[in-house]
């Protein structure tokens, strides 16, 4: 199989993901969603048992942002929600084009929202206010539309993607035992779905020279792992999902507690549900009765 003919990539990404005009902005076919459906529910038939679920929209509060972090080290991926203010009379010369010198551009302002950067995101926050973290720990089943200012637009890297993630709240052998049990039934998905893949070390896109730093030691810590399956090429596999190792990041930010002395240590399990359709279909073609029947028979189609 040509796998990795640009021609062939390039048709079989415009035949599923449909270009608008924005880079890395497209309209989903029946076809991609179909194999989305499936997805979905091969990852909620291995959900674990006491797991709760909750649904987030694609914005978020910005001080909330703000406060996890995220401003200070995804700055050039964060995009925030702004809009005209003011009174009518000023509001309507700009859009209509008569404002003296700047266009409706200038007269945005920043809002309190932003997209949301990552489906575990909204949710640390909202474990907090609920009080102190039981003692038997606790898992949660997220998903959001996520935007990313994505420096490239290869197939796979999308300004707006769907991201479904497991994340669990508890001690640090918890979570990391949580993350454990994912990377092997991950392992176990990719195998059903029949696509190459393999998986590694790996480090959070930060920002700038102080950014590499930190990748190096989040690589060393082991911190992050990745599925990766071939989309774009061999040699640079796609990161399909990851497998996050927090510490006590957002325990510490969000002031997630057990008891007086303990804060919990967070993991999440994430997977990109578009990038997964797209290696999906890029292994396999467009053709989904040509798909080997144990990817068919995972996905129910
Ligand atoms: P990458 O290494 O490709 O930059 P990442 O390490 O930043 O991705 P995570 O923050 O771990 O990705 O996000 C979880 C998952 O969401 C990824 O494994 C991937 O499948 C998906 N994802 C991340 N960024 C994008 C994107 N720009 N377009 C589509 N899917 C994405
Ligand atoms: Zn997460
Ligand atoms: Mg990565």
């Excluded at 989903?28 to 990852?43: K, Y």
């Excluded at 929600?81 to 010369?93: K, N, T």
């Excluded at 957002?250 to 967070?266: D, K, P, Q, S």
């Amino acid at each position: 199989m040509s796998q990795f003919s640009q021609d062939r990539l390039e048709s079989l990404t415009n035949s599923l993901l449909q270009p608008t005009s924005a880079n890395g902005v497209h309209a989903r076919t029946g076809l991609f969603e179909q194999v989305i459906d499936g997805l979905s529910a091969a990852i909620t038939a291995r959900r674990e048992s006491g797991t709760e679920i909750l649904r987030f929209p694609p914005v978020m509060s910005r001080a909330l942002v703000e406060k996890s972090g995220y401003l200070k080290t995804f700055p050039h991926l964060l995009g925030c929600v702004s809009c005209l203010h003011g009174e009518e009379a000023a509001i309507r010369a700009l859009v209509e084009g008569q404002a003296k010198g700047p266009d409706w551009l200038n007269g945005l302002a920043a809002t309190d929202l932003v997209l949301t950067p990552a489906a575990c995101y909204p949710l640390y926050p909202l474990i907090a206010a609920r009080g102190a973290v039981p003692a038997q720990g606790l898992t949660f089943d997220v998903a959001s539309y996520c935007f990313r200012r994505e420096a490239s637009h290869e197939p796979g890297r999308l300004q707006s993607f769907r991201m479904r993630e497991y994340v669990c709240v508890g001690t640090p052998e918890e979570a990391l035992a949580f993350r454990k049990r994912w990377i092997a039934r991950a392992e176990e998905l990719a195998q059903q779905l029949a696509v190459p893949y393999k998986l590694a070390a790996a480090s959070d896109p930060f920002f700038g020279r102080v950014g590499k730093m930190m990748a190096m030691s989040q690589v060393e810590q082991e911190l992050k792992f990745e599925l990766l399956i071939p989309v774009n090429s061999e040699e640079q596999p796609t990161a399909c999902m990851s497998f996050n190792y927090h510490q006590d990041h957002f325990g510490t930010i969000w002031g997630l507690r057990r008891n007086a002395r303990e804060v919990a240590h967070t993991a999440c399990v994430a997977f990109g549900l578009d990038r997964l359709g797209l290696a999906l279909f890029a292994t396999h073609g467009l053709d989904l009765k040509q798909w080997p029947a144990s990817a068919r028979e995972t996905l129910s189609v």
